[in-house]
């Protein structure tokens, strides 16, 4: 059992996200203050929404680069609509509407993908391409600071405050409850719902689930359409949290994302990952970025960093299960080669 | 009709195109967006200046997308293009500020010039190597390996360039600004000899052709007897070449070199690679094809922008045109392989 | 005479104009065990599809337990008690063993909540009718083949199944799970169950048959008792003629130096101390069980996994074989068992196949290919094995089994091996093909080229090999020449633990 927990990818993330943190505190007391760990989880909040969405395609067996369109689609219209309509109650109508925008734009995701069985990575190169073109064009392209009242007070929701011994005032941001939500959601429907579990098994083998009598098709509606639903809700906090609603931004940072669930254990061949292993990357890639500074690193190197630790996070498993591959071949050789041979009629 | 016969008949490319339904389906496409822009602005479509213009801007995707088009065949991706030609177009750009004085003689300039470029494409080589070992030898998926180099790339040029642009003193401004016989620009003349060659690579060398074959099967390449890893890392280092290729032609239009310069050109090349009909599980693909959707795409922009040219934002319909297009050709696709299915 | 279960009349289907059924009909009752059979691509797949919901036919009638279906699906199918296990499994390497089992169940009842105490509950249950123990938490994909199996049929039995259809279900097991797997069935059918076994090894169709239903492009042949049928008249109804072949003599220079000699070979875990040589002309077998190391010892001669210890020698010289590319240097060619995945580029052309082995050997100056050669090369070897295409240019997937087979070999043949090891050269190939293959696997022979075959296809190792030797737990343990053996007692010796 314990060695079964050690070898999985979420287990060494952690470990080294609890490493890092370890080497960074010992570096920079600083970063054990309440401050420093508010800002993580004010970062973490948007990456964090936006990757469990991934996690749920990539388990699918699908990937999909549109949601951060669909996100800054859904916060820009919705930014516009209401302050058009002159609104000036409270930020739920925000989250509401940019919910079911993103779960517009998702479905027409999953109408391409189920209908006609076109690769998800396709479709939503295409979608990603439109959403953005037609919010730009259609919808308007500047950025809008005097947004309303009820999204320029988001920015200080804060669940609670704490002042720390120089006087100054921090607070955690009320946002990082929405992920935690939806964390707690996906792990459920992922973990306890045969729907989740058919998430898994279309990531396993379509065919195979298919002839078990899984209803395909709804599944991948259902996919897409929460992805959706998820990037129009972390769009809005984006917006929210920067007081601002610009349509050129968020359409970039898809890549990043990808790479954080998948440093958290996701396959990008389908069928694996978990909500817990998707958490702790987003973790690994904002306290490795927000912690450079304090570790007397030039911001300049961020990138560096991050890239490296992708391609060291990708090959660390990698060459581990060679080594595993190695150690089975010769159970599995005469086997496997057996297997899909014979008549096929 | 013997083996002799099919082998040698002179009727190759009309049966090519009959055969690759996506091809022909690309090229009709092309021919429509065409005539209906020549219909709807006669003026200043169907002309010679927009010729010159429309040659001069889709190079750079067009090569980009034949990077990452060799790097799919194999049954990988390239996404680290872009951050290779900034970060080739900076080395090259910082050579030629340091070794060329603004008073320089013209043989200083021409020599110092031809070492920029060398620099470039070597660099580009050399990056394009990184990302054949991650591959071939460690084996990283493609798509993860590359993400990861992309990252790295671009933040060794922040690094380097402390995120400035660097200028290249106006050196290489010629290949932006230079029209052979006053009609081609030198970019599209640079598209079409990398387009030539890549054709011929993957049509009649054996590299080429093991290219196809590991992306088709790669385990029976393997039994085959073809050296996997390194085909793989040859392609990569290809992909590489061609970025760098792209790194002089951004220096010769922008004059500047800059670490998060067109970071959307990666997705979009993307876009053409596959609207042009490369299976992005490896195995089949052609250059014909890039060169029909990226004139497709062309035709689309430019024809798009004259109409919209009133409207404020006309180039972001662009986008919007692109990924439809996309999308109406992958659609199209679906209903005449099943057509092809029932009958 | 009770009701049967499942009944079709007169199904016929076509894909596209082809027609895989025709006029096809089936009656299986309960307790009963039906033997499909059928070469390939005689409609025996989609005969099972059809059944399952998956396919639906263009006419005919399907009857089950005295209802008649209009359109079937696959919920359909399974709420009617019909379970396919089939050839490639279907089962999802990504989940536990337990919820494989367990997870079509769940689905039939239509829960939407997962119960993962049930969930092991129902699967331990399951592994108790089939007698076996496996690790519930295992991912199906770390566990071995035939344990994947295992695991199909757990899955089938969960369902209170009415018919369970096995689909080549003998493929990865070894002869003694085999004989595990006859006592289940005959399990099962005790209680009732009807089976539809589908297999194309006949000693197996025998063996367990209650029922034979003979297909031959998509009709049906014979429909009848399977005491009546014996090897003989089943090999002439699946193929409609009557196949002789001729025996392999060597007739080389006993005189002359081995081309290959295998001296210790040992590889930790797979095999140990295998000695051996092999004659320029000979046609030398190599057969046992699975597990047996004789594949490993395909792998080791080719370079894929090296031997840790021993001595090859080439022609008398020895040689070190450390990768594909030694063994290729070094004259031994190898073609893999599973022509799909290991073997063919099925998307691209039939051309590409052929020069895919010898690139590197067409150049004419410089980087470029050789175009004549190139032509010269593919219309040389389609014409030598006979390959059977209207344009070379096709992909290689519009060929049957035994043409492709053809091709993968016409790709090794090129590269003019002196060695050429053919892992189950016609395995998935039907009985008409077979034959022809075996015609010129001894043709290549006669010509000089030293063959060894490995395999576990009794028949075909007596019709073409002159010398056999029989592995057991990675060791060479016997050695026969063919003149002084029978069928019988090499099926005797293969078996015998």
């Known amino acids: 059992m314990l060695g079964r927990l050690l070898s999985k990818q979420e287990t060494l993330v952690g470990i080294t996200l609890l490493g890092l943190c370890l080497l960074i505190g010992a570096i920079n007391p600083v970063f054990w203050t309440p401050g420093n760990w508010f800002d993580l989880a004010r970062s973490a909040t948007v990456m964090g929404i936006f990757a469990i969405g991934v996690l749920i395609v990539l388990i699918s067996g699908g990937i999909d680069v549109s949601f951060t369109a669909i996100a800054v689609f859904s916060m820009y219209s919705t930014t516009v609509l209401l302050r058009n309509l002159n609104y000036q109650g409270g930020m739920w109508l925000f989250f509401l509407i940019s919910a079911l925008i993103g779960l517009g734009l998702g479905l027409i995701n999953a109408f391409f993908i189920a209908r006609f069985r076109l690769p998800t990575l396709i479709v939503t190169l295409g979608t990603q391409s439109m959403f953005r073109g037609f919010l730009l064009f259609v919808i308007g392209s500047r950025i809008i600071r005097d947004i309303p009242p009820g999204m320029a007070e988001y920015s200080r929701a804060f669940l609670f405050t704490v002042t720390d011994e120089r006087g100054v005032t921090v607070g955690l941001h009320s946002a990082v409850l929405w992920l935690v939500a939806i964390a707690v959601l996906a792990f459920v429907i992922l973990r306890y719902t045969m729907l989740g579990r058919s998430i898994y098994a279309l990531g396993g083998s379509r065919e195979a689930a298919e002839r078990v009598g899984f209803n395909v098709t709804l599944t991948q509606v259902f996919i897409y359409a929460f992805v959706g639903v998820l990037a129009g809700i972390a769009g809005m906090i984006y917006g929210g949290l920067n007081r601002q609603a610009n349509a050129q931004d968020i359409v970039g940072q898809e890549l990043d994302v990808i790479a954080a669930t998948v440093l958290g254990g996701a396959s990008i061949m389908g069928g694996r990952g978990s909500v817990i292993g998707t958490l702790l990357g987003v973790m690994l890639v904002v306290v490795m970025s927000n912690s450079l500074v304090l570790m007397g690193i030039p911001a300049t190197w961020q990138r560096v960093v991050i890239g490296a630790i992708i391609i060291i996070g990708t090959a660390v498993p990698v060459l581990r299960t060679l080594r595993q591959q190695r150690r089975a071949v010769r159970v599995e050789t005469e086997g496997e080669s057996l297997a899909p041979a014979g008549g096929r009629a | 009709m013997t083996v002799q016969d099919v082998l040698t008949r002179p009727t190759q490319w009309t049966r090519l195109l009959i055969r690759d339904g996506n091809l022909v389906r690309l090229f009709i496409a092309c021919v429509l967006i065409f005539v209906t822009m020549s219909l709807l602005r006669p003026a200043v479509f169907p002309t010679i200046e927009n010729f010159r213009s429309m040659g001069s801007q889709f190079p750079e995707i067009g090569i980009l997308a034949i990077a990452i088009m060799i790097a799919m065949l194999t049954g990988g991706i390239d996404l680290s293009v872009v951050s290779i030609a900034n970060l080739s177009g900076v080395l090259a750009a910082l050579f030629i500020r340091a070794v060329i004085p603004a008073d320089a003689p013209p043989v200083v300039v021409a020599l110092g010039l031809l070492g920029a470029i060398v620099i470039a494409l070597a660099s580009g080589v050399l990056f394009g190597l990184i990302n054949g070992l991650l591959v071939a030898r460690v084996g990283l998926t493609p798509i993860l390996a590359t993400l990861g180099t992309m990252t790295l790339y671009t933040g060794i040029n922040v690094v380097i360039t402390r995120g400035n642009a660097v200028f290249a003193e106006n050196r290489l401004v010629f290949i ?58 040859g392609a990569y280092v290809l992909s590489g070449l061609l970025a760098a290729i792209v790194a002089i032609i951004f220096l ?37 094809g890039i060169v029909l959707a990226i004139l497709a795409l062309q035709f689309i922009s430019t024809g798009l922008n004259m109409l919209l040219l009133a409207v404020s934002g006309g180039q972001f319909f662009r986008e919007f045109a692109w990924g439809a297009l ?7 696709n679906y209903y005449s392989e099943r057509r092809r299915g029932r009958t | 005479m009770q009701q049967p279960f499942l009944s079709l009349t007169n199904i016929s289907k076509a894909y596209g104009g082809v027609k895989a059924l025709e006029d096809v009909s089936l009656t299986v009752y309960p307790g009963e065990i039906h033997c499909l059979v059928g070469e390939n691509g005689s409609g025996k797949s989609t005969l099972i599809k059809i059944i399952a919901g998956v396919v639906q036919p263009d006419s005919g009638r399907i009857v089950i337990n005295g209802k008649e279906r209009q359109s079937l699906r696959p919920m359909d199918a399974i709420a009617e008690g019909i379970e396919v296990i089939y050839q490639d499994f279907s089962l999802f390497p990504n989940l536990s063993v337990a919820e494989n089992i367990a997870l079509s169940h769940e689905l039939a009842q239509r829960k939407r909540w997962v119960n993962w105490r049930e969930v092991r509950a129902i699967a331990t249950e399951a592994m108790r009718k089939v007698n076996v123990s496996l690790d519930l938490d295992a991912l199906v994909g770390d566990v071995p083949v035939a344990d994947k199996q295992l695991v199909a049929i757990c899955r089938a039995l969960v369902q209170n199944a009415r018919l369970i259809i096995m689909d080549e279900a003998t493929t990865a097991l070894t002869e003694r799970e085999i004989r595990a797997l006859f006592d289940v069935i005959n399990n099962v059918k005790r209680g009732g169950v009807a089976v539809l076994f589908v297999s194309h090894k006949l000693d197996e169709v025998l063996a367990i048959a209650d029922k034979a239903l003979i297909i031959r492009n998509g009709r049906v042949v014979v429909d009848a008792d399977a005491r009546e049928l014996d090897r003989s008249k089943m090999t002439y109804y699946m193929t409609g003629r009557d196949i002789e072949e001729s025996m392999f003599e060597w007739r080389g220079d006993p005189e002359a130096p081995p081309l290959l000699e295998v001296r210790h070979l040992t590889s930790r875990g797979n095999f140990s101390d295998v000695s051996f040589e092999l004659r320029s002309g000979e046609i030398l077998g190599i057969t046992g069980l699975l597990g047996s190391g004789r594949t490993e010892l395909a792998l080791a001669l080719f370079g894929v996994q090296p031997a840790d210890s021993g001595e090859i020698r080439i022609a008398g010289k020895p040689v070190s074989i450390r990768s594909i590319q030694d063994a290729i240097a070094n004259g031994i060619g190898y073609v893999p068992e599973d022509r799909l995945t290991e073997g063919l580029f099925l998307e691209r052309s039939i051309a590409n196949n052929l020069v895919a082995r010898t690139l590197d050997n067409l150049r004419s100056k410089g980087p470029l290919l050789d175009a004549d050669r190139v032509k010269t090369q593919i219309t040389e070897w389609v014409r030598r094995l006979s390959i059977k295409t209207p344009n070379p240019e096709l992909p290689a997937k519009s060929l049957s089994g035994g043409n492709q087979q053809r091709v993968v070999l016409a790709k090794w043949l090129a590269s003019k091996p002196r060695v050429l090891i053919l892992n189950g050269p016609t395995v998935g190939v039907d009985v008409g093909s077979k034959s022809e293959l075996h015609e010129i696997i001894k043709r290549l022979a006669g010509e000089g080229l030293g063959v060894i075959i490995i395999s576990d296809d009794i028949p075909e190792l007596m019709q073409t090999c002159n010398r056999i030797l029989l592995m057991r737990r990675g060791r060479i343990v016997e050695q026969f020449e063919r003149k002084d053996l029978t069928e019988a007692d090499l099926t005797h010796h293969l078996v015998a633990v």
């Open chain 2, 326 to 332: 996309l999308l109406i050709i992958m659609v199209i």
């Open chain 2, 176 to 233: 932006g600004n230079t029209y052979l016989f006053d009609l081609i620009p030198i970019p599209l003349l640079i598209f079409a000899i990398v387009a030539a060659a890549v054709s011929v690579i993957l049509n009649k060398t054996g590299f080429g052709l093991k290219l196809y074959l590991i992306g088709s099967n790669e385990k029976a390449a393997r039994f085959s007897g073809i050296d996997v890893p390194k085909t793989l890392i």
């Open chain 2, 252 to 288: 010769g239009r922008n004059n500047s070199a800059k670490w998060d310069f067109a970071p959307s050109y990666v997705l979009q090349a993307i876009l053409v690679a596959v609207l042009a009909g490369v299976n992005p599980a490896g195995g089949s693909g052609r250059i014909a």
